[in-house]
């Protein structure tokens, strides 16, 4: 079983601040996703990284993939309250486990 | 756009019951999963299923709990004698082939009472 720590647990911003939340692990994964959820929905797919150090952009979140790819990190840009959610990161493998999540909230 | 489709939406069931939760994954995936979240806390893994057959499981799915694909649509999860701890999200995600992203259905909110 491949354990992906997320730090930190909670987070509570005010907008228009940065913000950076990890993911770990000491495995390696093939490939890592985000996955953004919102009380009382399923998660959904924000990015897929495959190649360590790899960077993608996607508007205000940048998301990169440890060279060894064992971590990565999810970097918000000028937070606004419509990111508000939980964050969760998976790597790829036969059974696909969770992190705990980071619950980030964006005050207005 | 496809997407994987979860019914019910939510389950309201006696203590003892049985329950099954349905689930349509994209069609052509391969890969099945099972997860569960309690309220306010994090999204377990409990299941994988793949070419008919379970190929991984978590200490949550005990012997209570099955996973069926009975006609090459639809995947279910059963929880033969439900018991209050029971009570959660479940969610049901494919991915089109193993080390790929999963997608994920809105999920069954199951309370036990």
């Known amino acids: ?108 | 756009e496809p997407e994987v489709t979860q019914t019910p939406s939510h389950q309201v069931t006696q203590m003892g019951q049985e329950v099954i939760l349905r689930c349509v994954p994209i069609s052509n995936h391969l890969y099945f999963y099972w997860y569960r979240q309690i309220l306010g806390q994090k999204v377990e893994f409990l299941v994988s299923f793949y070419n008919n057959e379970i190929s991984e499981k978590s200490e949550i799915f005990d012997d209570q709990f099955s996973v069926e694909r009975p006609d090459g649509s639809n995947f279910t999860l059963k929880i033969r004698s439900t018991k209050l701890e029971d009570s959660a999200m479940y969610f049901c995600a494919s991915r089109p082939t193993g080390y790929t992203e999963a997608f994920f259905g809105q999920g069954t909110r199951l309370t036990v009472v």
């Not at chain 1, 992906?4 to 987070?11: A, K, M, T």
């Open chain 1, 1 to 108: 079983t491949q354990l992906l720590e997320q730090s930190p647990q909670f987070l509570s911003i005010q907008e228009g601040e940065n913000l950076t939340v990890y993911c770990n692990s000491s495995s390696v994964f093939s490939s890592l996703q985000w996955y953004r959820q919102e009380p009382g929905e399923g998660p959904v797919l924000l990015v897929t990284v495959v190649t360590g150090g790899e960077v993608k952009k996607l508007k205000r979140l940048t998301f990169q993939f440890g060279d060894a790819r064992k971590d990565s990190s999810l970097h918000i840009t000028a937070a606004q309250p419509g990111d508000t959610g939980l964050y969760l990161c998976a790597g790829a493998s036969d059974d696909m486990r969770f992190g705990a999540g980071t619950r980030l909230t964006v005050k207005p």
